[in-house]
């Protein structure tokens, strides 16, 4: 049968490709770069038949930084290669922001195909350097930047419609809380399909986040009423554990 967009591809076959892609850059970028990797599921192992391949091309530093992405599709598969400048990718590696637990794993796990000098060590150094108030940091801004907004919107939306947009809200609200819970137990989650599993695996969680968690992951959202109910009873949860562990919401009323 016909199969227009990705087809079942061996992972022998997806590291092969690997490899001419790699062996490409090195025509195109020569001496300039200074290391070759795969992330994400080819590099973990648990790529499946339909996965996508995922690479950095690191260069060295010069005077103009690079960092930009290849990203196409050859028909029975897709690739993305980020070209970047190591001390780029070594600042990237070192951030933290509201969705570390999902980004950050291709900091920690490259499948290394050229890296002479020992630069993914290094970058995974960096990205073990992050403290604890850069975590404290990120929660205050997820808190306050999403979380915060999307409360706001549930009930606007709960007064006056439309009730349509509330099973997205309640995905935001799932997904958000996983985020708080990875960067509270500074935790990476494997995969963006695990990110609710794994989520609701760790300590700490505030009350409520597994009922949403659960709803999201059934696909039982067609309850105007009980997405509310669910949704306000997280939100105030999350308030009591943003006072348990001294996660700021509210300031005064003009901080500057």
Not at 3 to 27: F, W, Y
Not at 65 to 93: M, Q, R
Request: one cysteine or more; a negative charge; charged letters at 20%.
């Amino acid at each position: 049968m016909h199969m227009n967009g990705p087809v079942n591809i061996t992972r022998p076959e997806r590291l092969q490709t690997c490899h001419e892609i790699a062996s490409k850059l090195h025509e195109v970028y020569g001496e300039k770069i200074l290391a070759i990797g795969v992330y994400g599921s080819v590099s973990r192992g648990t790529d499946g038949p339909f996965s996508d391949i995922e690479m950095f091309c690191v260069l060295r530093e010069s005077s103009e930084s690079v960092d930009f992405s290849y990203e196409w599709s050859a028909g029975p598969w897709k690739a993305e290669v980020n070209v970047c400048s190591a001390d780029i990718l070594l600042e990237t590696a070192a951030t933290v922001e509201g969705d570390w637990p999902l980004t950050h794993g291709p900091f920690f796990t490259q499948l290394s195909l050229y890296d002479p000098e020992g630069f993914f060590l290094k970058l995974s150094e960096a990205a073990e350097s992050p403290i604890k108030k850069d975590f404290r940091r990120a929660i205050h801004e997820v808190l306050v930047g999403e979380m915060y907004e999307f409360i706001g919107k549930l009930r606007n939306v709960s007064l006056v419609g439309p009730h349509t947009y509330l099973p997205y809200l309640a995905v935001e609200f799932a997904q958000y809380g996983a985020m708080l819970v990875g960067l509270h137990n500074q935790n990476l989650f494997s995969t963006g399909s695990m990110v609710l599993p794994e989520a609701l695996e760790l300590p700490s969680r505030p009350e409520g986040f597994d009922n949403v968690a659960r709803m999201v992951m059934s696909g039982e959202l067609a309850e105007p009423a009980r997405i509310v109910s669910a949704c306000e009873n997280f939100w105030t949860g999350l308030v009591k554990w943003a006072a348990e562990h001294d996660y700021e919401i509210s300031t005064k009323r003009i901080p500057f």
